[in-house]
């Protein structure tokens, strides 16, 4: 079992890690970068590690400085959270062989899921519906060309090692298609070191859907329902909803049992997201899947009851599973909205800086996951996510006007928020009708 846990990551999701710790009796050991010696992460672990100077690549990022930090406080496992390590094979399989018990899947299992052309390999091996065009790599125009012709215009080109829109073209026609792929590869060579690409048929106003799943050492995988995540900026999602307004029970039910099948497919273990893309037709495609706990996780847990944190650790400890797929029930409706430091005026550029006063609302159904208090300086050097404001409800409608009334309430001073621009969203006819797309924001924005 897990005696002490270092959580090798800031900000709310480290709160939020401490906090499930806490509660199952496991000591905390918190890092810290020099910029985030006030942080309330912190100051709320057990004990606490100052690792380097603010830059990433000196702290958070620094594997050798978080696997002495480790060593030196006696932890026997890390929580990477999400960003940072959360996905970084090699960070996992250094954990692996220190004898720390990375909370996570193994690092194979990372591996093999950063690869996105091998996974979809995998997954069209396993009979789990993928986006059309075949996940062969394309190392040339020439393969491309050839790859497009099968996929039929318009193509989406993409790195294997890609994820995030990086390395990502669309080709709406033949005649595009070389520049396309061109500055695609480039991108990807530049950005992942590998220029492996492959090419697939772009699918049109799409909703961005992923299945939670949790698995266990023993091969038990459940489904925890899905996420609509549709409202993105730059592939920077805003808000997310659960259950998704435009998906049939029928649907819903395929879609899960498609993520499992996924997840069964890889012997996956841990928490893990399925991401899918689904046609207005009501056709879904496999896209990724991601193997770390997800920022938009409260709100799978607002509807199931389930606490995926500690089901992580419980997980990672090597816990069976204490229930079935019979025995999840997804409740009522939740909605998060994040809520970051940024100027919705001029591009959305991040805006760091102290906060004055920061009142967060809470009542009944509201949750707040943040780190952020009146007086703190927010640093220039990472995410701009101030806070994640989530609800439940009965009832879509219920939970809508719980968010709207808490958004409302949110007073942030000292630095520009997005929770103006946020509130337009979730008072837009687009938004209250369910329908919205992945194309939706660049709609709304340009209005
Ligand atoms: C696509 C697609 C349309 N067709 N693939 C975006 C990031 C990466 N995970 C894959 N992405 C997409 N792949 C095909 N064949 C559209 C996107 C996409 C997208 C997906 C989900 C949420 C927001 C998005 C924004 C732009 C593009």
Same mark, same amino acid.
């Given at each position: 079992?897990?005696?002490?846990?270092?959580?090798?990551?800031?900000?709310?999701?480290?709160?939020?890690?401490?906090?499930?710790?806490?509660?199952?009796?496991?000591?905390?050991?918190?890092?810290?970068?020099?910029?985030?010696?006030?942080?309330?992460?912190?100051?709320?672990? *057990?004990?606490?590690?100052?690792?380097?100077?603010?830059?990433?690549? %000196?702290?958070?990022?620094?594997?050798?400085?978080?696997?002495?930090?480790?060593?030196?406080?006696?932890?026997?496992?890390?929580?990477?959270?999400?960003?940072?390590?959360?996905? *970084?094979?090699?960070?996992?399989?250094?954990?692996?062989?220190?004898?720390?018990?990375?909370?996570?899947?193994?690092?194979?299992?990372?591996?093999?899921?950063?690869?996105?052309?091998?996974?979809?390999?995998?997954?069209?091996?396993?009979?789990?519906?993928?986006?059309?065009?075949?996940?062969?790599?394309?190392?040339?125009?020439?393969?491309?060309?050839?790859?497009?012709?099968?996929?039929?215009?318009?193509?989406?080109?993409?790195?294997?090692?890609?994820?995030?829109?990086?390395?990502?073209?669309?080709?709406?026609?033949?005649?595009?298609?070389?520049?396309?792929?061109?500055?695609?590869?480039?991108?990807?060579?530049?950005?992942?070191?590998?220029?492996?690409?492959?090419?697939?048929?772009?699918?049109?106003?799409?909703?961005?859907?992923?299945?939670?799943?949790?698995?266990?050492?023993?091969?038990?995988?459940?489904?925890?329902?899905?996420?609509?995540?549709?409202?993105?900026?730059?592939?920077?999602?805003?808000?997310?909803?659960?259950?998704?307004?435009?998906?049939?029970?029928?649907?819903?039910?395929?879609?899960?049992?498609?993520?499992?099948?996924?997840?069964?497919?890889?012997?996956?273990?841990?928490?893990?997201?399925?991401?899918?893309?689904?046609?207005?037709?009501?056709?879904?495609?496999?896209?990724?899947?991601?193997?770390?706990?997800?920022?938009?996780?409260?709100?799978? &847990?607002?509807?199931?009851?389930?606490?995926?944190?500690? %089901?992580?650790?419980?997980?990672?400890?090597? %816990?069976?599973?204490?229930?079935?797929?019979?025995?999840?029930?997804?409740?009522?409706?939740?909605?998060?909205?994040?809520?970051?430091?940024?100027?919705?005026?001029?591009?959305?550029?991040?805006?760091?800086?102290?906060?004055?006063?920061?009142?967060?609302?809470?009542?009944?159904?509201?949750?707040?996951?943040?780190?952020?208090?009146?007086?703190?300086?927010?640093?220039?050097?990472?995410?701009?996510?101030?806070?994640?404001?989530?609800?439940?409800?009965?009832?879509? &409608? %219920?939970?809508?006007?719980?968010?709207?009334?808490?958004?409302?309430?949110?007073?942030?001073?000292?630095?520009?928020?997005?929770?103006?621009?946020?509130?337009?969203?979730?008072?837009?006819?687009?938004?209250?009708?369910?329908?919205?797309?992945?194309?939706?924001?660049?709609?709304?924005?340009?209005?």
């Amino acid at each position: 079992m897990i005696k002490k846990v270092l959580i090798a990551n800031r900000g709310e999701i480290a709160v939020r890690i401490i906090r499930a710790c806490r509660e199952m009796g496991i000591e905390t050991v918190a890092v810290c970068s020099e910029a985030d010696r006030n942080a309330l992460h912190a100051m709320l672990a *057990d004990q606490t590690i100052c690792i380097g100077p603010a830059p990433s690549s %000196e702290s958070y990022l620094n594997i050798n400085r978080i696997i002495s930090a480790t060593m030196t406080s006696g932890a026997d496992a890390i929580h990477p959270g999400f960003g940072f390590l959360s996905e *970084d094979a090699r960070f996992a399989r250094i954990c692996e062989r220190c004898n720390i018990t990375f909370i996570g899947p193994s690092s194979d299992m990372i591996a093999a899921s950063g690869n996105k052309a091998r996974a979809k390999k995998t997954m069209i091996d396993a009979g789990v519906p993928t986006i059309p065009g075949s996940a062969e790599a394309a190392r040339t125009v020439e393969d491309g060309l050839r790859l497009a012709d099968i996929a039929t215009y318009p193509v989406m080109i993409k790195a294997a090692l890609g994820g995030g829109g990086k390395g990502m073209r669309v080709a709406r026609s033949k005649d595009v298609f070389t520049q396309a792929f061109q500055t695609a590869q480039q991108e990807a060579k530049n950005a992942f070191g590998d220029g492996s690409m492959y090419i697939e048929h772009y699918v049109e106003h799409p909703k961005h859907i992923e299945v939670q799943i949790l698995a266990d050492k023993y091969g038990n995988v459940v489904s925890l329902g899905e996420r609509d995540c549709s409202i993105q900026r730059n592939h920077q999602k805003l808000i997310e909803e659960t259950p998704c307004e435009t998906l049939s029970e029928e649907k819903r039910k395929a879609i899960c049992e498609a993520a499992v099948k996924a997840a069964k497919a890889v012997n996956y273990e841990n928490a893990g997201t399925v991401e899918f893309l689904l046609e207005p037709s009501g056709n879904f495609y496999f896209m990724e899947m991601n193997t770390r706990i997800q920022v938009e996780h409260p709100i799978t &847990e607002w509807v199931t009851g389930i606490d995926l944190i500690k %089901e992580q650790i419980k997980i990672a400890s090597g %816990e069976k599973l204490g229930f079935t797929q019979e025995d999840v029930e997804i409740k009522g409706h939740s909605i998060e909205v994040r809520i970051n430091a940024e100027d919705a005026e001029h591009k959305f550029r991040p805006c760091p800086g102290k906060i004055e006063l920061a009142y967060l609302p809470g009542g009944q159904g509201v949750r707040i996951d943040s780190a952020v208090y009146s007086g703190l300086e927010i640093p220039a050097y990472y995410d701009s996510m101030l806070a994640k404001l989530s609800v439940w409800a009965p009832t879509r &409608e %219920e939970a809508i006007k719980k968010a709207q009334s808490a958004l409302g309430e949110v007073i942030i001073t000292g630095i520009k928020t997005n929770i103006d621009y946020q509130y337009g969203i979730i008072t837009s006819p687009e938004f209250i009708s369910g329908k919205t797309d992945i194309d939706f924001i660049d709609k709304f924005s340009r209005k």
